[in-house]
Structure formats: structure tokens, C-alpha cells
């Protein structure tokens, strides 16, 4: 079975640290460009980064550039994001995905992990 399993998230003060994990099951994550997307509360899910699967390229969106990086550990099959410097504006679920190619949007993607919280505390 292909699956997204999310660990990390939680309560992180102003300024704090975090680091999300996506782990892939039934699939090998090198093979697939893996994006990191954010849900705000009433907002629609935008993509905040992605490494490709082809030749590892990362990508950020302006908004978390300089504090959040995105790495992928093949031997663990797993992709993280590490998020630094974090506001109270990143409260959101935080999802990873899989599709073939790195995209600027949540559509036509059918691979998803379940969502992990991240509050920022004020």
C-alpha cells in the first residue's frame, strides 16, 4: 500500500524551531518530487517547498525562503522540513505529498500524508 506517513509538528514559541518528517511506505521517495504544502485555517493549501526526484533541486516558496529547508535521507525514506524563525502566522497542517514533478499548486495530486499541526504560540 503507498502511503505518506507525517511525523513532528506541535506548540512552538516565536522564533522556535521545528522539524516535520514525511516517510514514504510501499514506494521509494527518490523516485518522486515530494512538496511540503501549508493549510491555514479557512485558507486553500498552497505549496511552501519541494525537492525533486529526479536530481534532488529544491524549491521554496518567497514566503518561508532563508527559514525553512527542505532534505531528503534515501536511506530512510523519508523527506523533512526543517522550520526555523517560525511566527505565529505558520499556524497551519502542514502536509507532504507525492507526484511526479515538483508543482506550483495542491491539484491533481493523489498522494498525500495525513497533516500535521504546527501552532505558533503568542
Known amino acids: 500500500q503507498v502511503q505518506l506517513v507525517q511525523s513532528g509538528g506541535g506548540l512552538v514559541q516565536p522564533g522556535g524551531s521545528l522539524r516535520l518528517s514525511c516517510a514514504g511506505s510501499?514506494?521509494?521517495?527518490?523516485?518522486?518530487?515530494i512538496g511540503w504544502f501549508r493549510q491555514a485555517p479557512g485558507k486553500e493549501r498552497v505549496v511552501i517547498s519541494c525537492i525533486s526526484g529526479s536530481d534532488g533541486r529544491r524549491s521554496y516558496d518567497d514566503s518561508v525562503k532563508g527559514r525553512f529547508t527542505i532534505s531528503r535521507d534515501d536511506a530512510k525514506n523519508k523527506v523533512y522540513l526543517q522550520m526555523t524563525s517560525l511566527k505565529s502566522e505558520y499556524t497551519a497542517v502542514y502536509y507532504c505529498a507525492a507526484h511526479s514533478e515538483c508543482r506550483a499548486n495542491a491539484v491533481g495530486i493523489g498522494t498525500w500524508g495525513q497533516g500535521t499541526q504546527v501552532t505558533g504560540s503568542t
Open positions: 510501499g514506494f521509494s521517495l527518490r523516485h518522486y518530487a
